[in-house]
């Protein structure tokens, strides 16, 4: 079965850097393009970043662009966010995720918390 386990969120101050890294099993990885959502207390769930199964094709949240980078590496089944100049607004719980047959797909989440 699919399983998308996310790992590397924490407590940061405003402007530092965090990696996150979502390791994924269960189906065929580099088919797939693969996603991370956050979502803050109070707020829907929002798409920040998409890579294609490729690699070769991103696309950010404006809210993200310039600060976010979106990568993965097909032999270790793993997709990565590398989030940079963090702000306040970033606090929230980070979901990687995927679609297959119609179905999304969603890791439990890590918490990121942007703080001085």
């Known amino acids: 079965q699919v399983q998308l386990v996310e790992s590397g969120g924490g407590l940061v101050q405003p402007g530092g850097s965090l990696r996150l890294s979502c390791a994924a099993s269960g189906f065929f990885f580099s088919s797939y393009g693969m996603s991370w959502y956050r979502q803050a207390p109070g707020k829907e769930r929002e798409l920040v970043a998409f890579?294609?199964?490729?690699?070769?094709?991103?696309n950010y949240a404006d809210s993200v662009k310039g600060r976010f980078t979106i990568s993965r590496d097909n032999a270790k089944n793993t997709v990565y966010l590398q989030m940079n100049s963090l702000k306040p607004e970033d606090t929230a719980v980070y979901y990687c995720?995927?679609?297959?047959?119609?179905?999304?797909?969603w890791g439990q989440g890590t918490q990121v918390t942007v703080s001085s």
């Open positions: 890579i294609a199964s490729a690699g070769g094709s991103t």
């Open positions: 995720s995927m679609i297959r047959g119609g179905t999304r797909y």
